[in-house]
């Protein structure tokens, strides 16, 4: 069964304290992996779609990346705003051609002035 | 471009009622998904459509629990005789191909 790990569960940073966020996956031929902003009593907001190993992109002070076994989400110098919880989410091919998407338990990020 | 549409964003029910929520997609999207959250976890799959087809329902998902999506458009997931389990945020996405893109969610709370 496919699994998503996501660490650490929450991380409180100094604003302008660079660090990574975790996703941890195990996939039987992995579609896609996405990262996610939610912010509380929303939805959650795409931020990155990333298909191969190798891969990266970047937005504004958030840059992911993948590996064959995980995915990076960096932030570099955060602010207050980009407090949120950040959800990772791996996309395999199911039964029936159903492209199934699992999603981890996130990390709440908190980035204090 | 209007985003997903979720209606209600709230609601709150008293045990053994039925309840129906609404999506609205995004108007090119063929695929809407449906999921749930509780606090502190991530969306929990419930039920997949492509087009106006259901090829997908989890596991977890009891039989008080029905979803449609007539004519490819917009989708109602309906609970019937909730339980106090079923509190929690449902949220609806809608992709084409890859990334899917989520509603503001319905907080549902059975009292």
Not at chain 1, 82 to 99: I, M, N
Not at chain 2, 29 to 49: A, I, K, M, S, V
């Amino acid at each position: 069964e496919d699994q998503v790990t996501q660490s650490p569960e929450a991380l409180r940073l100094q604003e302008g304290e660079s660090s990574s966020l975790n996703c941890s996956y195990t996939v039987s031929g992995l579609r896609g992996l996405f990262w996610y902003r939610q912010d509380p009593g929303k939805g959650p907001e795409f931020l990155f779609t990333l298909y191969s190993a190798g891969e990266e992109k970047e937005k504004e002070r958030l840059k992911a990346t993948l590996t064959k076994k995980e995915s990076f989400l960096h932030i570099t110098a955060p602010k207050p705003e980009d407090s949120a919880t950040y959800l990772c989410a791996v996309q395999a091919l199911a039964e029936r051609g159903y492209q199934k998407v699992t999603f981890g338990t996130g990390t709440k990020l908190q980035v204090i002035p | 471009d209007t985003g997903v549409s979720q209606n209600p964003r709230h609601k709150i029910t008293k045990r053994g009622q039925n309840v129906t929520f609404r999506c609205d997609p995004i108007s090119e999207h063929n695929r809407l998904y449906w999921y749930r959250q509780t606090l502190g976890q991530g969306p929990e799959f419930l039920t997949y459509f492509q087009n106006e087809a259901q090829l997908e329902k989890s596991r977890l998902l009891s039989d008080r629990f029905s979803a449609e999506r007539p004519k490819g458009s917009f989708s109602t997931l309906e609970i019937q005789r909730t339980e106090q389990g079923d509190s929690a945020m449902y949220l609806c996405a809608s992709s084409l191909m890859g990334e899917a893109f989520f509603g503001q969610g319905t907080r549902l709370t059975v009292v």
